[in-house]
């Protein structure tokens, strides 16, 4: 079966500092990546999407990237954190596009201070 | 613009009664929608789907119900039980296409 591991689980950065977070999928192969954002008492926010190894789409644009290096890696990053980048993050994966549905991973919960 | 809407931010019910927690969408290209449960600092979980040649798909105790007309579509939960309580989100995408939008969510809280 299809498993999806994200890490840190929480994660505490000082304004300025580098993000990382990382995403795995185990299970299936060339998956659909995704990262969302659920920032407080709003809904999901696209970020990023990925159909394949180093195709990488931007919804929003904002001072986050994202990296698909391996099959089942997602990756996002920051150079430098904002206040505003506060939030829940989560990762997801689907077989087919708009097709099948997300799966998501328990999330990151990250606080820029 | 918010596509996908869930307009009541709240619900609570009684064990064991129906809950009914409603969304609208907006685009008509919507052809696939998803709801999902989500717990405090997890995950949101895939609870049940439908595509738009359907009017309706059951699961269990959970049953969604698609009105094209309206734009409109329901969950149900019968019978509720308290480990329902969570916010259950709503979902839209179309064929093909990479995104699926969500709604802001409703918490539903069942009443022991």
């Known amino acids: 079966s299809q498993t999806i591991h994200q890490w840190p689980a929480t994660l505490v950065q000082p304004v300025g500092s580098p993000l990382s977070l990382e995403c795995t999928v185990e299970?299936?192969?060339?998956?659909?990546l995704y990262w969302y954002r659920q920032a407080a008492g709003r809904g999901l926010q696209l970020l990023f999407y990925s159909v394949g190894i180093g195709q990488i789409s931007s919804e929003v644009p904002q001072n986050l990237s994202a990296s698909r290096p391996q099959d089942r890696q997602f990756i996002l990053s920051s150079k430098k954190l904002l206040l505003s980048d506060s939030g829940f993050y989560l990762c997801?994966?689907?077989?087919?596009?708009?097709?099948?549905?997300?799966?998501f991973g328990n999330g990151t919960r990250l606080t820029v201070t | 613009d918010q596509q996908v809407k869930q307009n009541s931010p709240s619900l609570s019910v009684q064990e064991g009664r129906i809950s009914i927690l409603n969304c609208d969408y907006t685009?008509?290209?919507?052809?696939?929608f998803l709801w999902y449960k989500k717990y405090p600092a997890e995950g949101p979980t895939f609870l049940i789907s439908?595509?738009?040649?359907?009017d309706k798909n059951e699961d269990g105790r959970f049953t969604v119900f698609l009105n094209k007309s309206a734009k409109h579509l329901s969950l149900h939960i019968v019978p509720s039980q308290p480990g329902d309580s969570a916010v259950y989100f709503c979902a839209a995408s179309a064929a093909g296409t990479y995104k699926y939008i969500f709604g802001t969510g409703t918490r539903l809280k069942v009443l022991a």
């Open positions: 439908i595509s738009s040649i359907k």
């Open positions: 997801a994966w689907s077989v087919f596009l708009g097709r099948s549905p997300l799966h």
């Open positions: 685009n008509s290209m919507f052809d696939y």
């Open positions: 299970g299936t192969s060339n998956p659909n």
